[in-house]
């Protein structure tokens, strides 16, 4: 049997992005399923469109399927890079759906923060990396109006039943807020703070919402509020044992 993974990012146009996080987590996949032949494919269209100005294209994930099916694979696996089960998972999902009956089998594997033990996990790991005794650790997701976005409230819970209280997490796009966080951070009494993006990888929404110099980025945000800013521009993508996290779901759904 032909068998396949595709890798499913939402992409990125920074090429920093694709030797950093893409193409190490193409390589782990390869390594750790060397039956299966490894296909990229992004979910983000207009990330999709600039690349195919640039002469660059990239499938999206329908497209992807299309062409495996077209070259006679018979079975596909598709694991998303993304952070939560949000809109651009459902339609991952839905592609899938659309394409069962071309393929002997079909799986979908799970995203990065799939359960409170995943977020429990994640929550150690960059605890260890990021924490330090005297500041303290802010983290940028991206947040969505989807139902999933929930996940990033879980994330809180977690962290403060873990006891890290020196580690908190706002979304760019939804709640909770960096607004919503400034309380908490003030009340902290501590001047020091660690920002580093919940993302798969440093595209845009690290290098310049998080870590730019422009008044709106939150690095000039935070400094303007009287901390101390060390901005790590660093994709989850980028650490090998978030990489084996995606593979552990990619095992899981191959083996349904």
């Given at each position: 049997?032909?068998?396949?993974?595709?890798?499913?990012?939402?992409?990125?146009?920074?090429?920093?992005?694709?030797?950093?996080?893409?193409?190490?987590?193409?390589?782990?996949?390869?390594?750790?399923?060397?039956?299966?032949?490894?296909?990229?494919?992004?979910?983000?269209?207009?990330?999709?469109?600039?690349?195919?100005?640039?002469?660059?294209?990239?499938?999206?994930?329908?497209?992807?399927?299309?062409?495996?099916?077209?070259?006679?694979?018979?079975?596909?696996?598709?694991?998303?890079?993304?952070i939560i089960?949000?809109?651009?998972?459902?339609?991952?999902?839905?592609?899938?759906?659309?394409?069962?009956?071309?393929?002997?089998?079909?799986?979908?594997g799970a995203?990065?923060?799939?359960?409170?033990?995943?977020?429990?996990?994640?929550?150690?790991?960059?605890?260890?990396?990021?924490?330090?005794?005297?500041?303290?650790?802010?983290?940028?997701?991206?947040?969505?109006?989807?139902?999933?976005n929930r996940?990033?409230?879980?994330?809180?819970?977690?962290?403060?039943?873990?006891?890290?209280?020196?580690?908190?997490?706002?979304?760019?796009?939804?709640?909770?807020?960096?607004?919503?966080?400034?309380?908490?951070?003030?009340?902290?009494?501590?001047?020091?703070?660690?920002?580093?993006?919940?993302?798969?990888?440093?595209?845009?929404?690290?290098?310049?919402?998080?870590?730019?110099?422009?008044?709106?980025?939150?690095?000039?945000?935070?400094?303007?509020?009287?901390?101390?800013?060390?901005?790590?521009?660093?994709?989850?993508?980028?650490?090998?044992?978030?990489?084996?996290?995606?593979?552990?779901?990619?095992?899981?759904?191959?083996?349904?």
């Amino acid at each position: 049997m032909k068998k396949a993974i595709i890798a499913a990012s939402y992409g990125s146009a920074y090429p920093s992005t694709l030797t950093n996080a893409i193409e190490p987590v193409e390589a782990t996949f390869a390594g750790a399923f060397p039956d299966y032949a490894v296909r990229r494919a992004f979910t983000g269209r207009m990330t999709r469109q600039a690349l195919a100005q640039k002469g660059t294209p990239v499938d999206s994930v329908e497209e992807a399927l299309e062409r495996l099916a077209a070259e006679g694979f018979d079975e596909a696996a598709i694991q998303p890079t993304h952070i939560i089960s949000g809109s651009e998972y459902d339609s991952i999902r839905d592609a899938a759906a659309k394409f069962a009956d071309r393929f002997a089998k079909i799986r979908v594997g799970a995203p990065l923060l799939h359960d409170r033990s995943d977020i429990e996990t994640i929550c150690r790991f960059l605890r260890g990396k990021l924490g330090g005794e005297d500041s303290l650790t802010v983290l940028m997701g991206h947040g969505s109006e989807h139902h999933a976005n929930r996940l990033y409230a879980d994330f809180a819970d977690i962290c403060r039943k873990l006891r890290f209280d020196d580690m908190f997490i706002a979304t760019l796009e939804s709640t909770p807020s960096l607004d919503d966080l400034l309380p908490l951070l003030k009340a902290s009494g501590r001047s020091k703070i660690t920002l580093a993006p919940l993302l798969f990888a440093a595209g845009g929404h690290a290098c310049r919402d998080m870590a730019g110099d422009e008044p709106h980025s939150w690095k000039s945000r935070l400094e303007a509020e009287g901390f101390t800013v060390n901005a790590v521009v660093k994709g989850l993508g980028e650490y090998s044992e978030i990489r084996a996290l995606y593979v552990s779901h990619l095992k899981a759904a191959i083996a349904e």
